[in-house]
Nanobody
């Protein structure tokens, strides 16, 4: 199983950018498709973006398409999420996890997440 540690969150104004990182350990990182998820206060955790093991296939939720970019560096066992044109509704705790072949169903354990707060 892959263990993850998320970082890079913070407070940013609307329209700003952040880059999240997810450091993975355990099962070989390069053998897993990975995804980003988020959970806003009072809401269920939702899918944000997914990426194949090679990085050649990416998949996004409609709410972030065109603004967020998922990528990975298998040599560093690290997953990234570049977030641009941030909106207040992007405020949430962001998590990474291994995902199934549909790129949006998580199946591993959750890390502690990283808080992203977007002010208007």
């Amino acid at each position: 199983q892959v263990q993850t540690v998320e970082s890079g969150g913070g407070l940013v104004q609307a329209g700003g950018s952040l880059r999240l990182s997810c450091a993975a350990s355990g099962r070989p990182f390069s053998s897993n498709a990975m995804g980003w998820f988020r959970q806003a206060p009072g809401k269920e955790r939702e899918f944000v973006a997914g990426i194949s093991w090679s990085g050649g296939i990416t998949y996004y939720a409609d709410s972030v398409k065109g603004r967020f970019t998922i990528s990975r560096d298998n040599a560093k066992s690290t997953l990234y999420l570049q977030m641009n044109s941030l909106k207040p509704e992007d405020t949430a705790v962001y998590y990474c996890n291994t995902v199934r072949r549909d790129y949006e169903t998580p199946f591993g354990s959750w890390g502690q997440g990283t808080q992203v707060t977007v002010s208007s």
